[in-house]
């Protein structure tokens, strides 16, 4: 009888190996579609955007924008907000910056340099202290404002799960810059 029992026990003990495993495997596959889900759309959403041939397609607030996933509040918002951060980086020197041609001309002068420099760090601070204090009310405190806006406006990179962080940003940049 012992070793029908222990037969027995070496089979559930089987059996329940290959159903924590196939637990296992039912987890990841489901990890693994919503990726795919998320990859797949932006492919999608990369097709169409290249044949529409709209030069608002080249960044990803744009992108969101012809796709409708951002209004147009929210896109002028996110094209503000670089504005004053690429003016921030070029008085500061910091790489990363668009020069455009006529951007550091009228700053031969030190004093206008410096004036021009202090401006553009003010202008940062007030949008940068705009976010965080939207971000710092009961009403915000699970969404990750400055780091959406970041990665999605800044770095140009579309990062699905920000997306209800990026929008409920740009409003507030939008307020801001009203």
């Not at 495997?25 to 169409?48: G, H, K, N, P, Q």
């Not at 980086?89 to 021009?116: N, S, V, W």
């Not at 009403?139 to 999605?152: D, E, L, Q, S, W």
């Not at 990026?166 to 939008?174: C, F, G, Q, T």
Request: glycine content about 4%; aromatic content about 8%; proline content about 2%.
């Amino acid at each position: 009888m012992s070793s029908k029992t222990a037969k027995d026990r070496a089979a559930r003990e089987m059996r329940d190996a290959r159903e924590e495993q196939r637990k296992q495997r039912a987890d990841y596959d489901a990890s693994v579609a919503v990726r795919f889900r998320w990859f797949s759309e932006y492919l999608a959403i990369d097709r169409a955007l290249r044949a529409a041939k709209d030069e608002r397609a080249g960044t990803v607030p744009g992108k969101l924008l012809l796709i409708g996933k951002l209004d147009l509040d929210q896109y002028a918002a996110a094209m503000t907000y670089t504005e004053v951060v690429n003016r921030f980086r070029c008085t500061q020197g910091i790489p990363g910056a668009l020069y455009d041609g006529h951007a550091m001309d009228g700053f031969r002068d030190e004093d206008k340099a410096a004036e021009a420099a202090e401006r553009a760090k003010a202008d940062l601070n007030q949008a940068l202290n705009a976010l965080t204090l939207a971000n710092a009310t009961n009403r915000f405190r699970r969404y990750a404002f400055r780091g959406a806006v970041n990665k999605m406006v800044i770095e140009d990179r579309l990062e699905w799960p920000l997306l209800p962080s990026l929008k409920r940003a740009l409003n507030v940049l939008h307020q801001h810059f009203k």
